[in-house]
């Protein structure tokens, strides 16, 4: 209910703020689980991915997020779940699984963190193993636009009373079907191929 | 963050770059100054050159070509490479996180801290404000990221450790250290392959 609520607060914020596009959303199923893979330029991202989805969405955070208290209590309900960043997160694999289990829709920024140039960063080791065990489908989803709004090193005007609404496009790609992986040495063979797909499909959208 | 966080020197001349603004930065060596500018765009205005509209990737790209050849100069090993007023703060403890009473995850408590200085040379040292000394070799870093103003780096059977950086970039520390670390491993006959979650290094082909 909140979650429906903070989505509907963001629409009418966004909507007014900037030029909203939204393309391909057709790939995005009415129901059963799937991934979401977005590339990460700028601090409002999720908060797009979130409020724009038409799936509500449940994203890998960054745990350092959460030391917030307010991020501790809202976070979750909204979606939120930590990853942590600087060592291997065996909890953050079991709590995804558990969701796409459940038949929810799970978002990921394979990056790990925002990109500086608004180029796209290589992709996580972590994340490709974790797609190729999940067994779900993959949809990418390109973010253009926010990096002009917001860079890593710059802020983003929340109001911007000059009325200019700046356009950004989230664009939804096919989904992508990598199979079953179960084994260690089935996810190593299967490796390379993944990452180079899950990359050439997060940059067909954004470029 | 603010511009300086990005342009932590001066793409054009190396030189040391102010953090007075947000928005703008200026090099304290040839004086140009660098802002930001519509669609992500920054301006650069050399004091004797015509002003020109550049990337964020361009000058990021000369940045880390001179913080190359700024480590290749380098004669005497011991040398101080990179000094930082920072506080150290070690994370002991992980707060689990619930939804619906289901675990989700934890977050590392961070509490206190002390102040000193963190000294990039041919190892890493934090030098607190009582003169306390911590060393750390390249090899002992076992992961290596940005945390807003803070540099956090997961020491071999230490543990995570952060540097809130007082005036510097993070960016400045990510840079320099991911440049000492693959140098490390260099010598050894190893790249890195990635820094995130941990650093894992391979063999390199001839």
Request: hydrophobic share 40%.
């Given at each position: ?89 065996p ?18 920024f ?24 999940a ?60 990452r ?12 | 963050?603010?511009i ?21 930065t ?19 205005q ?66 206190g ?22 060393h ?33 970039s993070?960016k ?34 001839i």
């Amino acid at each position: 209910m909140f979650y429906h609520f903070v989505r509907f607060i963001g629409r009418i914020y966004f909507r007014m703020r900037l030029n909203i596009q939204i393309e391909g959303e057709h790939f995005i199923p009415p129901k059963g689980p799937f991934i979401l893979i977005l590339n990460h330029v700028s601090d409002i991202d999720p908060f797009l991915a979130h409020t724009f989805c038409p799936r509500l969405l449940s994203t890998m955070t960054k745990s350092s997020a959460f030391r917030f208290k307010f991020v501790r209590i809202l976070g979750p309900l909204v979606g939120a779940f930590p990853a942590l960043r600087f060592r291997v997160d065996p909890q953050v694999v079991r709590v995804a699984l558990r969701l796409l289990r459940e038949g929810k829709a799970v978002g990921i920024f394979p990056e790990g963190e925002r990109s500086w140039d608004g180029k796209l960063r290589d992709i996580k080791m972590g994340t490709v193993k974790f797609l190729l065990k999940a067994n779900v489908p993959v949809i990418p989803c390109g973010i253009v636009g926010s990096y002009n709004i917001a860079p890593r090193w710059g802020k983003m005007d929340l109001l911007n009373l000059t009325g200019k609404r700046e356009t950004v496009i989230l664009r939804y790609g096919e989904p992508i079907f990598f199979g079953s992986h179960n084994s260690r040495s089935a996810r190593a063979n299967a490796f390379l191929a993944t990452r180079s797909k899950v990359e050439h499909s997060l940059l067909d959208l954004t470029t | 963050m603010p511009i300086y966080d990005l342009l932590y020197r001066c793409p054009l001349c190396d030189s040391e770059t102010t953090t007075s603004l947000s928005n703008q930065t200026s090099c304290l060596g040839c004086k140009t100054i660098f802002s930001n500018s519509v669609d992500s765009q920054i301006l650069v205005q050399p004091q004797r050159e015509p002003a020109y509209l550049t990337s964020a990737r361009m000058l990021n790209l000369s940045m880390k070509q001179l913080l190359k050849v700024r480590f290749d100069c380098v004669s005497n090993p011991d040398q101080s490479l990179l000094r930082s007023e920072s506080i150290m703060a070690i994370v002991s403890e992980y707060q689990p996180i619930y939804s619906k009473k289901k675990l989700m995850g934890y977050t590392e408590i961070i509490r206190g801290g002390t102040a000193g200085h963190l000294i990039l040379s041919n190892s890493l040292e934090f030098v607190e404000t009582k003169g306390v000394l911590h060393h750390w070799n390249f090899d002992q870093i076992k992961s290596l990221q940005i945390s807003s103003d803070a540099i956090q780096l997961y020491m071999q059977e230490k543990g995570l450790h952060q540097f809130k950086l007082i005036e510097n970039s993070p960016k400045l520390w990510e840079d320099n250290l991911k440049l000492a670390i693959s140098r490390c491993y260099l010598k050894q006959n190893l790249e890195i392959i990635s820094y995130q979650p941990v650093i894992k290094t391979g063999r390199i082909k001839i």
